[in-house]
């Protein structure tokens, strides 16, 4: 993949578009997670349609699959390709004196991410799937909530999921502010983006935490 | 104050190198930090050892010439300094200090602390100019009315001295804001618009060419930057990139 795109340049945008659309994807999963704490009715409503509509079937997933992949593919392609640009390394490398540990370990908070993602798809997309294309199963419109609950009644489970998010938000801290830079965006209005995009990567992972630690507590 | 220094050692570009410890007596918190290594040099010629090579010109943070990687920055701990224009009162007494070359494919170690930074000069070369007759019929720059504040950050991109520290303190060593600078300090001004798409499009191809990594926005260079070069400088760049791009 990194042989498409040849540019160093051009490289750091796709990673950056390909970082904004999944951010905003995570503010749409989060609005429809936020649903299930205050209606089961709601979330009911709102799984029914994501599941069943054949726009986000088969058009919108996609996508967001290949946005997925290709973020992580290429992340790792440019950290090969940054490792080896630096091939003796300092016997002193003082990092933490100019840069935050957070720009500087995306791919380790990356791959954090990935495994969670591993345990995601486990937990609902791969159940979904069977569910509708493999199994034919007839379709309930009120089955979501009940298998929601199902999914966080364990503690472990439940652990795994608040420690993957925080994660998320260390990614997100750095990641979604850096976007603007690599897009060139970078003027009288950088300073509220760079805010925004901080107080975004703390409070939607940190909702992400509530919704599951609260699904997991009342249930 | 006595130091104890741990400073690479390395014959030349084809040997392996490691990292040899010497003691240094006598320094003054007035000394620079080259003016240290003088200190140590005299020392090892009057034993009949091999002085340590390291780049220096004018001594006072306009050449460019002086790099050295200390305690893990480049130039030190000081910040809008050289390495000739570190103090010595940085440190203390008894302080242990690594001393390594600026790390980099791209900047491969010529011997012991000096590297080849010649790749620099190869990315300024693929573009990093303004192509003007001189031959008797030069404008005056000054009657090209310019905007001040383009004018400003134009001439912060020009205080650049390409030292290459950018490129020692990325994690990814890259090259991207000695590369945006010499690009900025022509986008920003009248007389760089006629050669702006293929200027930027010839030098940000070199400096991949050349082996410098991919930049991933950790700021590290900005901080380390002697002369306090700008990531506003990137930022344009990838914008002028893009735009050059879709132009062809």
């Known amino acids: ?219 | 104050m006595n130091l104890t220094l741990k400073i690479w050692r390395q014959k030349d570009a084809n040997s392996k190198g490691a990292i040899v410890d010497y003691q240094v007596q006598g320094i003054e918190g007035d000394m620079s930090f080259l003016e240290m290594l003088d200190v140590l040099n005299e020392q090892l010629i009057t034993k009949g050892e091999e002085p340590v090579v390291f780049d220096h010109d004018c001594r006072e943070g306009i050449c460019g010439a002086c790099s050295l990687q200390i305690n893990g920055e480049p130039h030190g701990p000081d910040r809008l300094v050289t390495t000739c224009q570190l103090h010595m009162r940085k440190f203390n007494d008894g302080d242990t200090i690594y001393i390594e070359p600026f790390r980099a494919k791209a900047f491969p170690v010529v011997k012991d602390l000096m590297v080849d930074r010649s790749a620099f000069d190869r990315i300024q070369h693929a573009g990093g100019y303004i192509s003007v007759n001189t031959s008797g019929n030069t404008i005056d720059a000054n009657a090209i009315p310019v905007n001040k504040q383009d004018a400003d950050d134009a001439f912060s991109a020009a205080t650049c001295i390409g030292c290459g520290a950018c490129v020692a303190a990325c994690k990814n060593a890259s090259a991207m804001l000695f590369t945006s600078a010499k690009v900025s300090q022509f986008a920003l001004l009248p007389q760089g618009q006629v050669e702006a798409t293929d200027r930027v499009l010839a030098m940000v191809n070199q400096m991949d060419e050349e082996g410098f990594g991919n930049c991933t926005n950790t700021g590290a260079c900005e901080i380390e930057c002697p002369k306090g070069i700008s990531l506003e400088n990137i930022a344009r760049m990838n914008r002028e990139y893009v735009k050059a791009s879709m132009k062809g």
């Open chain 1, 1 to 219: 993949m990194g042989g498409l795109i040849q540019s160093s340049i051009a490289r750091k945008v796709a990673m950056a578009l390909s970082g904004l659309f999944l951010v905003f994807f995570l503010l749409q999963h989060f609005t429809i997670n936020l649903t299930s704490v205050f209606s089961a009715d709601v979330f009911n409503e709102l799984s029914h349609f994501m599941g069943t509509n054949p726009l986000v079937q088969f058009a919108l997933q996609p996508v967001l699959i290949f946005g997925v992949l290709f973020h992580f593919i290429m992340g790792f392609v440019l950290e090969l390709k940054n490792k080896k640009a630096r091939a003796v390394k300092y016997a002193k490398y003082s990092g933490g004196a100019n840069s935050s540990w957070m720009s500087r370990n995306m791919i380790y908070s990356g791959l954090v991410i990935l495994a969670f993602l591993g345990l995601h798809f486990y937990d609902f997309w791969i159940p979904e799937m069977v569910h509708k294309y493999v199994a034919f199963a007839p379709e309930d419109p009120t089955r979501y909530y009940p298998e929601l609950l199902h999914r966080f009644e364990s503690p472990v489970r439940t652990g795994l999921y608040v420690v993957s998010f925080v994660f998320l938000a260390l990614h997100l801290w750095h990641g979604f502010a850096s976007s603007f830079q690599s897009v060139g965006f970078n003027n009288k209005y950088s300073v509220s983006a760079t805010k925004f995009a901080k107080a975004f990567s703390i409070v939607i992972p940190l909702g992400f935490i509530i919704v599951a630690i609260v699904l997991h507590l009342t249930h």
